[in-house]
T-cell receptor
Framework: DGGITQSPKYLFRKEGQNVTLSCEQN?????MYWYRQDPGQGLRLIYYSQIVNDFQKGDIAEGYSVSREKKESFPLTVTSAQKNPTAFYLC?????????????FGEGSRLTVL | AQSVSQHNHHVILSEAASLELGCNYSYGGTVNLFWYVQYPGQHLQLLLK??????LVKGIKGFEAEFIKSKFSFNLRKPSVQWSDTAEYFC????????????FGQGTTLQVKP
C-alpha cells in the first residue's frame, strides 16, 4: 500500500541523548514535512523539504536537524539542544508541482524524555 | 505573522445535533484553506479544502465549510453529527507561496455522545 511510514511509534529517551525518527514514503512525493503536535497547540512546522538535498527551517527548528538524501526518506533528529522534546511528531508529504496543500500524514511517533 | 485560531477547544454534542466549528486566520493576501480530521488512533486526513470559486465547499462525510473573506473565517459545519464524527479537527491555512507549508490552528476536540 502507498503511504507514509514513521518509526518507531513510541520512543523513550534520556535527557542529553540525541534520537532520530524515521519517515519513509512510497508515494513518489517531492515534498516532505515534519510537524510537532502538542495538546492545545495544534501542529507546528519543524522542517520541510521540497526536493532532494534541500530543506528549510520551519517555525520551531531549534534543537532539531534533518537530512534529505533520498526522495523517499526524511529523517528527523531531535538533539539534546531541544529544550522540551517530549511530543508527538508527525511526518507528511505532498506532491510537487502546483501546490495543492493536501498533506498526507504518517501515523506519528511519540517521543518521551525521561 | 500568519496565524490560525480555532475558537472551540472541546465540543460535546449529542448525535443528530448540528455542528459548527469556528476558524479565523490572519493574512491579508490570497489563501488556501483546509480542514483536517484526526480520528482516534488514525492519522490526520483531509476533510475539505478551499482554493477559489464557490465559497461554500463540501467535503467527505457530509461536512461543509464556508469561506467568508471579509471575516477571515472558514467555519466547518455539519447538519447532523454521528458518534463516528468523534475526532480532533484542525483548520489550516497555506499562505506561503509555493512551499506547501501549512499553518494549523490549535485543534478542536469533538465528542459526540450516542
Amino acid at each position: 500500500d502507498g503511504g507514509i511510514t514513521q518509526s518507531p511509534k513510541y520512543l523513550f529517551r534520556k535527557e542529553g541523548q540525541n534520537v532520530t525518527l524515521s519517515c519513509e514514503q512510497n508515494l513518489n512525493h517531492d515534498a516532505m514535512y515534519w510537524y510537532r503536535q502538542d495538546p492545545g497547540q495544534g501542529l507546528r512546522l519543524i522542517y520541510y523539504s521540497q526536493i532532494v538535498n534541500d530543506f528549510q527551517k520551519g517555525d520551531i527548528a531549534e534543537g532539531y536537524s534533518v537530512s534529505r538524501e533520498k526522495k523517499e526518506s526524511f529523517p528527523l533528529t531531535v538533539t539534546s539542544a531541544q529544550k522540551n522534546p517530549t511530543a508527538f511528531y508527525l511526518c507528511a508529504s505532498s506532491p510537487g508541482g502546483p501546490v495543492t496543500g493536501e498533506l498526507f500524514f504518517g501515523e506519528g511517533s511519540r517521543l518521551t524524555v525521561l | 505573522a500568519q496565524s490560525v485560531s480555532q475558537h472551540n477547544h472541546h465540543v460535546i454534542l449529542s448525535e443528530a445535533a448540528s455542528l459548527e466549528l469556528g476558524c479565523n486566520y490572519s493574512y491579508g493576501g490570497t489563501v488556501n484553506l483546509f480542514w483536517y480530521v484526526q480520528y482516534p488512533g488514525q492519522h490526520l486526513q483531509l476533510l475539505l479544502k478551499y482554493f477559489s470559486g464557490d465559497p461554500l465547499v463540501k467535503g467527505i462525510k457530509g461536512f461543509e465549510a464556508e469561506f467568508i473573506k471579509s471575516k477571515f473565517s472558514f467555519n466547518l459545519r455539519k447538519p447532523s453529527v454521528q458518534w463516528s464524527d468523534t475526532a480532533e479537527y484542525f483548520c489550516a491555512v497555506n499562505a506561503g507561496g509555493n512551499t506547501g507549508k501549512l499553518i494549523f490552528g490549535q485543534g478542536t476536540t469533538l465528542q459526540v455522545k450516542p
